[in-house]
């Protein structure tokens, strides 16, 4: 399939449109978090507060974990009032998500766990789990692997630790 050159120009300015309203709900919903820090919300109160569809929340979600700690667990939503799966910024611990998650990891040496697992393990955002992996991988002796979790056994990429192995000092 040949384009024509406008046709080529119209995708890249509709594509460029897309992530620049992308990177506003990012901006809007962190915002939003932190001017309601001690609150939780579900994805159907951002997704109307926003105007977004639940895959853009999640999306919007993702991205604003890997810049701040997010928590994501059972919960009331501060809007609605329904008992659902909440996310808010994480103020309750004072551990960072990459001490946390390494400390599962030391917790579980051997077993390999993907981040949605982690996540729900550590009521935490998969955006801040991904980010805590990937600062992990750069500092210690995380092993990566595509093979079953150990947790919902689906075959995925997955994270732990090697039995046996040193950490740096």
Known sequence: MILSRAERSF??????DAENLMGSAVDDV???LRQHADQQFCSTCLAFEFKLTFQSVDSA???????VALTELRGQCAICGQRALVTGLDPSH?????A??????????????????IGRRLELNIGTVQKAVADLRAASDVRVSDAP????????LVVGRDAGRVSPP
């Open 100 to 117: 946390r998650v390494l400390l599962f990891f030391l917790d579980h040496t051997g077993r390999l766990f993907c981040h949605a697992c």
């Open 149 to 156: 979790c150990s947790e919902c056994g689906h075959q995925r």
């Open 61 to 67: 979600l993702a991205s604003v974990g890997q810049q």
């Open 11 to 16: 995708r890249r300015l509709v594509r460029s």
């Open 30 to 32: 962190l915002a939003f």
């Open 94 to 98: 004072h551990r960072s998500p990459q």
